[in-house]
């Protein structure tokens, strides 16, 4: 029995895994799609969050079978618990890298001001931290799991950067080209939101790890 168990637990950190390196690929694309102004990769980045929305499903299913048939405790019981608040936040991922592709269509694929720099490092630092957090969780590696919470400062940092760097375009340019300066915005705030997310899904590692949560009343499950 345990045998099986074990099975179904390595086909969780698999489906974990792969819905990870869709949220990657999904930050990567709409990123590229932003710098090339390419309607066509934006509109491929909103088809593809269908897939990330279907392994959502698929996990859920998994979880719940393990919970319902298995009938796990202790450590087991928190792993699958995590897994179930991962993949919301993944979810989410999805979701706001196909809001950022949103933008570019509605900018009629307009290319990112060259100026603007810090989005592609911005969305490599969240990608990152994306990985890190899922990689966490299969390894159990806590101090993984705290880099990613530690991380999601630098992205905050960025995201007042951008801010800035936009105002003083505002400025500069008397009101002019207004909604695209805003666009910019909302894709480093989306960002912003995806190293949040990334940050949540840690904090729940942390949780299968240690039996608490940081930014819970969740208590300890021996």
Not at 151 to 167: H, K
Request: hydrophobic fraction near 40%; aromatic fraction near 4%.
């Amino acid at each position: 029995m345990r045998n099986k168990f074990d099975e179904q637990l390595h086909a969780l950190e698999d489906r974990l895994t792969h819905m990870g390196e869709l949220c990657e690929v999904a930050i990567t694309k709409a990123t590229q799609a932003l710098k090339d102004g390419s309607i066509e990769q934006a509109k491929n980045v909103i088809k593809e969050d269908e897939e990330i929305d279907q392994i959502e499903k698929d996990i859920e299913r998994l979880c719940l079978k393990l919970l319902l048939q298995q009938q796990p405790v202790a450590k087991d019981l928190r792993r699958i618990s995590a897994a179930l608040k991962m993949i919301t936040d993944m979810e989410r991922i999805g979701d706001q890298t196909s809001d950022i592709a949103e933008i570019i269509i509605s900018s009629k694929g307009a290319a990112a001001a060259n100026e603007i720099h810090v989005i592609g490092t911005m969305a490599s630092e969240v990608s990152k931290m994306v990985r890190d957090s899922v990689r966490a969780y299969v390894n159990r590696d806590l101090e993984l799991a705290k880099s990613v919470m530690n991380a999601d400062d630098g992205i905050d940092q960025y995201f007042e950067e951008v801010r800035d760097e936009m105002i003083d375009f505002i400025k500069e340019e008397k009101g002019e080209n207004g909604k695209r300066i805003f666009d910019l915005i909302m894709v480093t705030k989306y960002l912003e939101r995806i190293g949040d997310h990334a940050t949540n899904i840690a904090e729940w590692v942390e949780f299968s790890i240690t039996g608490v949560h940081r930014d819970s009343a969740v208590m300890h499950v021996n």
